[in-house]
């Protein structure tokens, strides 16, 4: 029912920035939780971080604390993902998801379960 449209990835020389954008359609989101998770080759799905549909709340993971900052703008169905200081191990496909609920639950929001709908994914390759 929603549909999910990552972009921005591309390649990046480590040390350099990229802004990831995730556009909903089909029905809206504004209420939800959205999260951005990503998968490198030969290993599982890593989750990225989250946001709470007020915005007011954000998670990250450990990996991208300081670095990465998730935001989102509820009047036109869009999540970003602002990566600075990028890093050969950030190279990965990017998802982003929806989490029908309104609240950032810690205990939840970092698996990919918890999360109905996806995007398609975008590339993001960091070169050293």
């Known amino acids: 029912q929603v549909q999910l449209v990552e972009s921005g990835g591309r390649l990046v020389q480590a040390g350099g920035s990229l802004r990831l954008s995730c556009a909903a359609s089909?029905?809206?989101?504004?209420?939800?939780?959205m999260g951005w998770f990503r998968q490198a080759p030969g290993k599982e799905r890593e989750f990225v971080a989250a946001i709470s549909w007020s915005g007011i709340t954000t998670y990250y993971a450990d990996s991208v604390k300081g670095r990465f900052t998730i935001s989102r703008d509820n009047a036109v169905n869009t999540v970003y993902l602002q990566m600075n200081n990028l890093k050969p191990e950030d190279t990965a496909v990017y998802y982003c998801a929806a989490d029908r609920d309104p609240s950032l639950r810690v205990g939840v929001v970092t698996t990919s379960f918890e999360y109905e709908y996806w995007g398609q994914g975008t590339q993001v390759t960091v070169s050293s």
């Open positions: 089909g029905r809206t989101f504004s209420r939800y939780t």
